[in-house]
T-cell receptor, first 114, second 114 residues
Framework: NAGVTQTPKFQVLKTGQSMTLQCAQD?????MSWYRQDPGMGLRLIHY???????DQGEVPNGYNVSRSTTEDFPLRLLSAAPSQTSVYFC?????????????FGSGTRLTVV | AQSVAQPEDQVNVAEGNPLTVKCTYS??????LFWYVQYPNRGLQFLLK??????LVKGSYGFEAEFNKSQTSFHLKKPSALVSDSALYFC????????????FGRGTSLIVHP
């Protein structure tokens, strides 16, 4: 099925460990983004990309890195995990940056940092 | 700057009754407005959008939303609620034109009682 695929679905990390959250889409969308969802905070934009080779920071970029080597993939890297990064992470994609046709979201990665 | 407020953390309604989930916004110029729904353990799904034209917008699953420019509001409505409508609802806003990225609200939990 066409859509946005995120892996893993669940992850527990120890403080200081690193990991990469994977995101892939098969809709040929130029725009991709990462959000974190925390209770009472809604969705906050971490990083986004408007095409292969182009990335930019969102509202809460500290502690996260991204790269976009292909149109399909947009991984999110945590270099040294901290308990404050415990959250649910969503990847989203769209034909356009502004989401005029709606964003397509993945099913999320629930990350716990202990 | 753009912002969106969802003044109710939770809305309770009996099945068969009409429902309203409130959203107010602030943006420079004309707004583009969106509603998304999130079912438990799933990513967000696009419901509907207002770009221009008729102030009453119809979307998926029988939902509609009314744009009110003077009150800077975009409330989500449904004439007859179903238990299966129970979910988390997010309003989003962006400025028209350009490639602005939408800002999401904190979300409103809708609970429909049998």
């Amino acid at each position: 099925n066409a859509g946005v695929t995120q892996t893993p679905k669940f992850q527990v990390l120890k403080t200081g460990q690193s990991m990469t959250l994977q995101c892939a889409q098969d809709m040929n969308h130029e725009y991709m983004s990462w959000y974190r969802q925390d209770p009472g905070m809604g969705l906050r934009l971490i990083h986004y990309s408007v095409g292969a080779g182009i990335t930019d920071q969102g509202e809460v970029p500290n502690g996260y890195n991204v790269s976009r080597s292909t149109t399909e993939d947009f991984p999110l890297r945590l270099l040294s995990a901290a308990p404050s990064q415990t959250s649910v992470y969503f990847c989203a994609s769209s034909y356009s940056t502004g989401g005029l046709y709606g964003y397509t979201f993945g099913s999320g990665t629930r990350l716990t940092v202990v | 700057a753009q912002s969106v407020a969802q003044p109710e953390d939770q809305v309770n309604v009996a099945e068969g009754n009409p429902l309203t989930v409130k959203c107010t916004y602030s943006v420079s110029g004309n707004p583009y407005l969106f509603w998304y729904v999130q079912y438990p353990n799933r990513g967000l799904q696009f419901l509907l959008k207002y770009i221009t034209g008729d102030n009453l917008v119809k979307g998926s699953y029988g939902f509609e939303a009314e744009f009110n420019k003077s009150q800077t509001s975009f409330h989500l409505k449904k004439p007859s609620a179903l238990v299966s409508d129970s979910a988390l609802y997010f309003c989003a806003v962006r400025a028209s034109g350009g490639s602005y990225i939408p800002t999401f609200g904190r979300g409103t939990s809708l609970i429909v009682h049998p």
